[in-house]
Nanobody, 124 residues
Framework: QVQLVESGGGLVQAGDSLRLSCAAS????????MGWFRQVPGKEREFVAA????????WYGDSVKGRFTISRDNAKNTVYLKMDNLKPEDTAVYFC?????????????????WGQGTQVTVSS
């Protein structure tokens, strides 16, 4: 079993930067591709970013390309999401997730484990 715990969320102003962290325990961290998703009440879960097992490949949702950067440190069992130039529309609960698959990492249903989420609020 894999447990994921997000941290780093908070209230910031538009244009600010924030870095989210997701600490994993259990399993073998390096055997999982990792992803970030976000969700606003009343809306569908949205893909944000994903990273392959050894950081060779990354994927980003269209709405965050050029602003967000995903990275991981397998020695620390941690995946990060660096968010720059935040906008009010980035406000959401952000979740990290782990999957053994890497073919369709933008699809939430393929992920096996999920964290509890961390709130990010961006004011204008």
């Amino acid at each position: 079993q894999v447990q994921l715990v997000e941290s780093g969320g908070g209230l910031v102003q538009a244009g600010d930067s924030l870095r989210l962290s997701c600490a994993a325990s259990g399993g073998v961290f390096s055997s999982y591709a990792m992803g970030w998703f976000r969700q606003v009440p009343g809306k569908e879960r949205e893909f944000v970013a994903a990273i392959s097992r050894s950081s060779v490949f990354t994927w980003y949702g269209d709405s965050v390309k050029g602003r967000f950067t995903i990275s991981r440190d397998n020695a620390k069992n941690t995946v990060y999401l660096k968010m720059d130039n935040l906008k009010p529309e980035d406000t959401a609960v952000y979740f990290c997730a782990a999957t053994r698959r890497s073919e369709i990492v933008t699809i939430g249903r393929i992920y096996d484990y999920w964290g509890q989420g961390t709130q990010v609020t961006v004011s204008s």
